[in-house]
């Protein structure tokens, strides 16, 4: 077979969500409260490097609408770390997390910033997805961005199907093979791959050689078993059946060790603070997404879905757990602590429970 389609995992919306605490206001999940345009964006890093802050560049390639993703380089150690987020252009919360970050990491010369500045090179990547984040185009329904997908209305396979003229979940496309421009889903080496965010990632990937690489999403709403709401949850490399095939299942092992160790550093970051209840994210095998993609090719590679769909009082949680994670992640990489993280802790996780909003993850 050629291709195939990938059908995102629509399960049956649920007709009474259960009560939470707390339970809403819900927010119709649009609110762009304290989020950069794409303009804005630029024009707030243009700042930091201008300030000689961090080093801001294009990734290589453009989005179909010709737009350039920034990417954004603080520090210049040895030890290459990655960090991307809004590759669904609806999830943007967690672009703000990463724009919060890069402000923290390249602000004061406290200790901290320092040892992180020297011993890594951080890349970070907060808005993969531009054109689905504001690309202020419709797709044949007339529906307007924010959303999910990239732009490409040429698209006709392997896009999200039950959406007319929109285009391709680009957390679905990273080649994993030698060619950053390998179509996961057409066998063999070929360089077929037609989303060109996702393309763009693989090459920074290819020249970043990250040690660890953190992809940050939103998730619909779920509650645990008490019925308390999860704020999120974290996930590490499972593509067990296509390490195998590859014959790279040892080094696939040692590298879940690894993405758990990271994990792992990030709960326990968001555990002193009180709002935050993570759980394990009930990921699929697909080799294309980022987290399995990128753990194939040996990078410790975490998922990490924070709650979205929400009220703009939460949303400086979301945005505020994102930069804490990444940070405390940071830091451990700099200090090499994070190669011995408990891993009781990613163990002892709990399972996602009932969902009660957007079912659509990853
Ligand atoms: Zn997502």
Redesign the pocket.
């Known amino acids: 077979m050629a291709t195939a389609v990938v059908a995102g995992a629509q399960g049956a919306a649920q007709a009474d969500p259960p009560e939470t605490t707390p339970g809403g206001p819900w927010g119709d999940g649009s609110s762009l409260s304290g989020v950069a345009s794409y303009e804005e964006m630029w024009a707030i890093l243009q700042k930091l490097e201008d300030r000689g802050a961090i080093e801001l560049e294009a990734a290589p390639l453009q989005s179909n609408l010709g737009r350039d993703i920034p990417v954004v380089t603080i520090g210049d150690g040895p030890i290459p770390v990655m960090l991307i987020a809004n590759?669904?252009g609806n999830?943007f919360m967690v672009s703000r997390g990463m724009m919060d970050l890069i402000r923290q990491v390249a602000g004061n010369d406290s200790p901290d910033n320092q040892a992180i500045r020297d011993a890594l090179t951080v890349t970070i990547v907060p808005r993969v997805n531009v054109d689905g984040f504001d690309g202020g185009v419709t797709d044949e329904q007339g529906r307007t961005t924010p959303w999910?997908q990239n732009y490409d209305p040429t698209c006709e396979v392997g896009c999200d199907f039950w959406l007319e003229g929109r285009g391709y979940d680009i957390?679905r496309y990273h080649s994993f093979s030698d060619s950053a421009y390998d179509n996961p889903y057409v066998e063999g080496d070929d360089a077929l791959n037609e989303v060109p965010e996702s393309i763009s990632m693989r090459l920074l990937w290819d020249e970043l050689q990250p040690v660890v690489m953190v992809d940050y999403?939103?998730q619909g709403t779920y509650v645990d078993e008490d019925g308390r709401m999860i704020t999120g949850s974290i996930m590490w490399p499972n593509a067990v059946d296509t390490a195998a095939e590859l014959g790279i299942s040892e080094e696939f092992a040692e590298t879940i060790t690894a993405s758990q160790r990271a994990a792992s550093v990030m709960l326990q970051a968001v555990d002193s603070y009180g709002y935050a209840n993570i759980t394990r994210y009930p990921s699929t095998e697909t080799p294309g997404i980022a987290r399995n993609a990128y753990g194939l090719l040996g990078s410790a590679s975490v998922l990490f879905?924070l709650r979205g769909g929400i009220g703009q009082k939460s949303a400086g949680y979301i945005a505020k757990t994102a930069s804490v994670t990444g940070y405390e992640l940071l830091r451990s990489v700099a200090d090499g602590s994070w190669e011995t993280a408990d891993l009781s802790v990613i163990e002892n996780i709990r399972e996602r429970g009932d969902y009660v909003g957007d079912p659509r993850?990853?």
């Open positions: 590759q669904h999830e999910r957390n999403h939103h879905e993850g990853e």
